[in-house]
């Protein structure tokens, strides 16, 4: 489904990526790593959001190069630390991704939202939400955007249990899905999830 082809990239003072290529089929793929050693910006390379310095990035056959508006949207990547959306509330910031993902499905993130404890939370600017809140906002819109690939940075952090339980069940669910990949970037595996694939990228 993702096939990266060539893919190098480095910052000023460190090269992360030299020549990387993977090919990356539906099911959940664990991004492994220590600290600073490249998952997030990995994953901001595979969304398009970062630009490489060399290779080619393809999602069902589309170009990120040659098709960038149409590669966008088969790949639901969100910022956590970005506070572009934090003026707006957690439905607004819903139906801002309508014109992105055809897939997008209201029904599917009103469950979500109720299975994550957001219902009290929809109508809050996401400036006044918690850590975890705002990560249950991000969960529940990569869950129901119906992207083909699905990037998702530590995404238990900041959860409370019954939601860490909650994303879990989703997520064994999401590993047998025949036309939808998961990248989970984190420093451990998510627990009892059957992976497809294990990108280490080093300590």
Known sequence: MLI???LSFQYPSRKLFTQQSWRIPSGVTWVKGGEGCGKTTLLRLLAGALP?????????????AAQ?????QQVFWADQKSEAFDQLTATAYFASLAGLYPGLDNALWLELTQGLGLTPHLHKPLYMLST??????WLSAALASGAAVTLLDE?????????????LALLFGAASHPTRAWLLAD????AGIPLVMVLDLGD
């Not at 975890?132 to 906002?137: D, N």
């Not at 420093?187 to 998510?190: G, I, L, M």
């Open 155 to 167: 995404p238990f952090a900041a959860l409370d249990l019954a939601s860490v339980r909650f994303v």
């Open 132 to 137: 975890g809140s705002k990560r249950k906002v």
């Open 68 to 72: 960038p508006v149409a590669y966008r």
């Open 4 to 6: 990266a082809q060539g």
């Open 187 to 190: 420093y451990v595996a998510p």
């Open 52 to 64: 490489v310095d060399a290779g080619e990035l393809h999602i069902n056959g589309v170009s990120l």
